[in-house]
């Protein structure tokens, strides 16, 4: 027996993509019993990479994830003011190494495009959506010890970092913009209207798991604009080896099988969201859709 290591370029491409995509799940399941704050959210976004673009060189962006946080931290030490808690201090550190000097950008130019969600792909064009550019600034916060935490901003990813003296909300999006309220309150009009006023609840922070879902929400909610209820459908069930406790999710994925005619899976999917969700007008709906089904199934 050989001691040397596996050629994966002489192996069928469709068996690699298919042991790439078996190890992400399986990473992802072992995540999925994580408490929230020992959750590694850009390890874990590699794998969710990994999924939709198995033959990416997925090491390469973790090393590059690597770099970002050494590099961070070198800076950090060197920055008296930051290491010592201000806020704008270390705005303008995070800043710098991702934007100024790592390049990394809002894709304004192709903004639906699936790339923009995938971290691996973001990794090597420097260029994605809001959240896939904050959980790069959340990456290298982390690394340095610092606090940061996702927002739940509609419609736009927003990120708090903090400090001693208060916190900067930050837009990752934008070149790592440092956002007042009177500009938060000018993105929101521009996403819900000129009506829409800034209210409670817009700057609560949100967790890891919450951060990663919305990431490939992006992906789910393209792939349904597109018709692929299949592709979907994979997304859903991916984002629920992360959050199994997830009863939305779960009824989404319910309605996907419904559609797909998957009707014993789409049964399992909805009565794990009665479990979940416990009593409401929603469950109601959904305990009638399963009665439903079940007679198709008779």
Not at 77 to 87: I, K, L, M, T
Not at 128 to 152: F, N, Q, R, Y
Request: aromatic residues 4%; hydrophobic residues 45%; charged residues 25%.
């Amino acid at each position: 027996m050989s001691g040397r290591p596996e050629d994966n370029s002489a192996q069928d491409p469709q068996s690699v993509a298919a042991r790439a995509r078996a190890e992400a799940r399986a990473a992802l399941d072992a995540a999925g019993s994580l408490p929230d704050p020992e959750l590694d959210i850009a390890s874990i976004a590699l794998q969710f990479a990994r999924i939709n673009a198995p033959e990416a060189d997925w090491r390469a962006a973790a090393e590059q994830l690597s770099a970002l946080a050494r590099d961070t931290v070198a800076a950090a030490v060197a920055d008296r003011e930051a290491d010592g808690g201000d806020p704008l201090a270390r705005h303008a550190l995070l800043r710098r190494v991702l934007h100024a000097e790592g390049g990394f950008e809002g894709n304004e130019e192709d903004y639906d495009a699936l790339d923009n969600a995938n971290l691996i792909r973001v990794l090597e064009r420097r260029r994605g959506l809001p959240v896939a550019l904050g959980i790069l600034w959340l990456h290298v916060a982390e690394a340095t010890g610092w606090g940061a935490h996702g927002l739940d901003f509609p419609g736009h990813f927003l990120l708090a970092l903090e400090g001693a003296r208060g916190q900067v909300v930050v837009d990752p999006f934008n070149g790592g913009n440092a956002l007042s309220a009177p500009e938060l309150r000018q993105l929101l009009k521009r996403l819900e209207g000129e009506r829409a006023e800034l209210r409670p609840g817009l700057l609560a922070p949100v967790g890891k798991r919450a951060v990663l879902l919305r990431l490939q929400n992006n992906i789910k909610l393209r792939l349904l604009r597109t018709g692929d209820m299949e592709g979907a459908l994979a997304c859903t069930e991916d984002m629920l080896r992360l959050a199994p406790d997830a009863a939305g999710l779960w009824r989404e994925a319910g309605l996907m099988q419904q559609r797909l005619d998957r009707i014993g899976a789409a049964i399992t999917s909805l009565e794990r969201f009665l479990e979940l969700a416990g009593a409401g007008e929603a469950s109601e709906r959904m305990r009638l859709l399963i009665e439903e089904l079940r007679q198709r199934l008779n």
